[in-house]
C-alpha cells in the first residue's frame, strides 16, 4: 500500500509541475503573434505613394503632425488636419515604410 501511495504522490506532483509549464508555453505563443499583426498605432496612415512622394491619411479628428519612416533620415513633418490627406516629399530612392506621428 506505502509503494502504491508513493507512486500515485510521485504522479500528482509532476503532473502539477508539468502545467505550468505547458500554460506558460500556450501563453507566450499568441502574445507573440499578436505584435506581429498589430495595426499601425495613432492617426498618422500612410496611403499612396510614388517617386518622390507620399501621402499620409489623418485617421483622427484633430489636426496632426506627420512623417514617413524611410531609410536614412525621415522628411520633416507637416501638419495635416482632422481626416485629411498631407503629401509629404521624399528623396531618390526613399521607399516609405509607415506613417507616424511627430
Request: aromatic letters at 6%; proline letters at 7%; a negative charge.
Amino acid at each position: 500500500m506505502t509503494r502504491l501511495r508513493t507512486a500515485l504522490v510521485m504522479a500528482a506532483a509532476g503532473a502539477l509541475l508539468a502545467v505550468p509549464t505547458a500554460m506558460g508555453t500556450a501563453s507566450a505563443a499568441p502574445v507573440a503573434a499578436a505584435a506581429v499583426k498589430a495595426p499601425e498605432p495613432g492617426c498618422a496612415k500612410l496611403g499612396a505613394s510614388g517617386q518622390w512622394w507620399a501621402d499620409i491619411h489623418n485617421a483622427c479628428g484633430h489636426t496632426i503632425s506627420a512623417s514617413v519612416e524611410v531609410d536614412g533620415f525621415d522628411p520633416s513633418c507637416i501638419q495635416i488636419g482632422p481626416g485629411g490627406v498631407g503629401r509629404i516629399g521624399l528623396d531618390v530612392g526613399d521607399e516609405p515604410y509607415y506613417a507616424y506621428e511627430c
